[in-house]
């Protein structure tokens, strides 16, 4: 948009793909209004140009849509965390279904498949990426604000449990003499087992005095271990009172710092259930992009499971784990980029069923690969339906059918939807 900011009113039409309400003005420009609820009647301030259209804030709701609800949390509407609080119930599981069907109709496939959404409660977000920044008189520590690199110094969060909320204030005191004017970090959070894990990802090494702080906050709110890394960088410990540990089915992990896991274990409970749901009378099973094992160890009471991950700390854990559960010949794993070295046809070929978890990007390669086999079920779990349903396209074209679709809403209120899928090879 060309013209200086004005000022309009616009009625909301739909929600669009990142949860924006979308309008129309009358020479058929599209206008995206974040946290608009279809309905509203709005004045809306035109901010700048966004795809095919343009974006506007909402100056004032003149009349709500009948969809439109109260907000939870004092931070929503300019947290990044969530993006979808402001309406109701029914509307909110319609709109994360569309996503859904929408994805499948673009890549030509039927919405037949898909079930009713998996709902996750609040307050059990047990693994959180954030930001910290230093002030000069204080660190700003939460998510990083919609659409923008500034920190939404967070108070509450209705998504993180109970543990994490309440280390945020005092986690934010301590980081105080390490993130001094203009210093940022990047911190994952885990409420494991055995107590939180922290690494703190940043430039700068903390000194004697922000080690000390650290060491203090750690024990004095009985974390398991704060680790710092320099990006990219092996992880160092700062203090460990206990390893950090998690069970997937009846297999504990030793998790290694700022180890990806299923951010919340109800949701990591629902993909499980679905994928063993899925799962056919199997002698060999792939678990494709396994992370620390999530899946495989809960497979391996099934069938053997070869597992295989890129990341070099998570195969350690998840072969380190099943050794000491005595399941070593049961659970292989084997490091390996998937993106670059699919497994091909006749690798696959082995197993009586493949499940793949790829990270938001999907897994185009491996994808195509499947699609070239004769594996007779294939199970996808995706955080992306956009990708999966891409990805689904490659199978389908190569002879799957896609069976099934279970919708689950791992990231309550954020604009994504995870999903489990099952692939039939069409019989020939
Ligand atoms: C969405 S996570 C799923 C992990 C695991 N299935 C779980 O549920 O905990 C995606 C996993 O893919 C791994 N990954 C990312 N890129 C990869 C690649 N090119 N090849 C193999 N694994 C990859 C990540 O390290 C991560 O563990």
Redesign the pocket.
Known sequence: MDRPLRSIELEIESLGALGDGLGTLADGTRIYVPYAAVGDRLIVALEGRRGDGAVGRIVEILHPGPGRAQSPCRHFGRCGGCALQHIDEASYRRWKIEQVETALRRSGLGNDAISDLVSIPPHTRRRAALVALGRGNGVELGFHARASRSVVDLDECHVLTPALTALLAPLRAALGPWLTAGKTADIVLTDTATGIDMLVAAKTAPSLAARRHLTDLGRAHDLARISWSRAGAEPEPIMQQRQPRLRFGDVAIDLPPGA???PSAAG?AA?VRAVLAFLPKAGRVA?????????AFVLSRHAAVHA????KA?VEALVRAASRAGLAGRVTAER?????YPLAAPELDRFDAVVF????RGAKAQAAALAQSAVPVVIA?S?DPKTFARDARLLVDGGYRLESVVPVDQFTWAAHVELVARFLRAKS
């Open positions: 990806f896991i299923q990591e993909l678990d494709l992009f396994a992370g620390c094992g999530t899946f295989v991950e890129s990341d998570a390996r980029n998937l993106e670059s978890d790829p990270p938001r779990v955080c």
